[in-house]
Nanobody, 124 residues
Framework: QVQLVESGGGLVQAGGSLRLSCAAS????????MGWFRQAPGKEREFVSA????????LYADPVKGRFTISRDNARNTVYLQMNSLKPEDTAVYYC?????????????????WGQGTQVTVSS
């Protein structure tokens, strides 16, 4: 089993920044890809970003390209999501996910473990 705990969410004004963290514990040796997804009220969960174990491969959803940056520190078993130039439409619960795949994917069904989520609210 892998446990994922997100932190760093909060309330921020449009144009501001937040940095989300996701700390993994348990069978962390089984983790390769890590990703971030989000779910806004009344909407389905959507892909945000993903990163390979080495960090060399990353994926971003079009709405966040150029504003969000994913990174990871394998020594700390932690993945980060730096979010800049935040917009009200970024408001959502952000979830961290981990998977055994070596190649990052946008498909939620291919991730094995999920965190409980952290709320991000961007005011206009």
């Amino acid at each position: 089993q892998v446990q994922l705990v997100e932190s760093g969410g909060g309330l921020v004004q449009a144009g501001g920044s937040l940095r989300l963290s996701c700390a993994a514990s348990g069978r962390t040796f089984s983790i390769n890809t890590m990703g971030w997804f989000r779910q806004a009220p009344g909407k389905e969960r959507e892909f945000v970003s993903a990163i390979s174990y080495t960090g060399r491969a990353t994926l971003y959803a079009d709405p966040v390209k150029g504003r969000f940056t994913i990174s990871r520190d394998n020594a700390r078993n932690t993945v980060y999501l730096q979010m800049n130039s935040l917009k009200p439409e970024d408001t959502a619960v952000y979830y961290c996910a981990s998977g055994a795949r070596t190649i990052p994917t946008t498909q939620a069904s291919l991730y094995d473990y999920w965190g409980q989520g952290t709320q991000v609210t961007v005011s206009s």
